[in-house]
């Protein structure tokens, strides 16, 4: 299901997921175009069918701090409702940028969207069952 195509970035949601795909770092958009787009994707995550929150990041082989400011918060906002952040398509570019500010330690990352989706779904049906 498509939610949201912006410039910055691509949404859609799959099984409860918000998926997020970054189109690009802010060198390529402004920095108000980037707060903008992001304070739209926190509205998103806001619904209450929603709970955990997956970045792919096959579009980007770099990204800004203000790039990254703006996805931690919606990462953190993922884990302080209770649900589970991750990243994935990450080239080695970006798995190298994620590694040396800490990011990818404090989210995990994932070869591909459909590992990300089957690790959350697997997570969330063995949180039900304990």
């Not at 970035?9 to 958009?29: A, H, N, P, W």
């Not at 990254?68 to 798995?95: E, H, K, P, W, Y």
Request: proline share 2%.
């Amino acid at each position: 299901m498509q939610v949201s195509n912006f410039e910055i970035f691509e949404t859609t949601i799959r099984d409860e997921k918000l998926v997020v795909i970054v189109q690009g770092s802010t060198l390529e958009f402004s920095h108000n175009q980037v707060q903008i787009e992001s304070n739209h994707l926190i509205r998103i995550f806001n619904s209450p069918e929603l709970k955990s929150v997956i970045v792919d990041l096959s579009q980007v082989d770099y990204l800004d701090s203000i790039m990254i400011s703006a996805l931690t918060r919606l990462l953190q906002l993922a884990r302080q409702t209770g649900g589970q952040a991750v990243f994935c398509n990450v080239s080695d570019r970006m798995q190298e940028v994620l590694e040396r500010i800490k990011l990818g330690t404090l989210w995990p990352v994932f070869d591909s969207l459909d590992s990300a989706v089957a690790c959350i779904t697997l997570n969330q049906q063995s949180a039900v069952s304990d």
